[in-house]
């Protein structure tokens, strides 16, 4: 009778603390939204990467916007997409003075639903660190100028490819 209350005691243990084999970036388990943690951008530079020079310096960018970048995506969408999958990630390293490292997440689950919709957007820092997440900067922070920074831009330049606004990032070229 020991072992078997022992046994019940373990399993209940277990169930209480999800069991322990559950992958933390797996999110709530609903294939309708994703959820990334630091673990999720650790191998970031070893993914499919594309260079760029970044957007032309004709004065209608910030000066924290331009300069070259290396894009990093985990998984190419399929030939044909119209969107990109959720958990689609994308991270962002410039090569500016700021050398800042930035990432977009496709969330899903209506996440952001008033600007660039399922998309999350990050700011990292190496070793590999989420130094804010959400809808954009902090507030009292701006990026690209903008209080509203991630969603302003992703809107204006890239709502025809889900909101991503890379050129080297194209759906149609998929």
Request: hydrophobic content about 35%.
């Amino acid at each position: 009778m020991v072992k078997i209350s022992s046994a019940i005691g373990m399993l209940a243990a277990l169930v209480a603390c999800g069991g322990g084999s559950q992958d933390p970036d797996a999110g709530s388990g609903d294939p309708t939204t994703f959820i990334a943690f630091q673990t999720t951008f650790a191998e970031f530079r070893t993914w499919t990467s594309f260079h760029s020079d970044g957007p032309a310096d004709d004065g209608t960018f910030p000066a924290d916007v331009l300069g070259p970048r290396t894009q990093y995506i985990n998984t190419v969408p399929p030939p044909g997409s119209t969107e990109f999958p959720i958990g689609t990630v994308i991270v962002e390293a410039r090569e500016n003075a700021a050398h800042k490292i930035f990432a977009g997440v496709k969330r899903g689950g209506g996440f952001n639903s008033t600007g660039a919709v399922n998309w999350e957007w990050f700011e990292l820092e190496e070793p590999i660190n989420i130094v804010w997440r959400g809808f954009g900067p902090p507030l009292g922070d701006t990026y690209g100028g903008d209080k509203n920074g991630c969603n302003t831009c992703h809107i204006q330049c890239g709502a025809s490819n889900d909101y991503v606004c890379s050129p080297k990032l194209l759906l149609s070229a998929f």
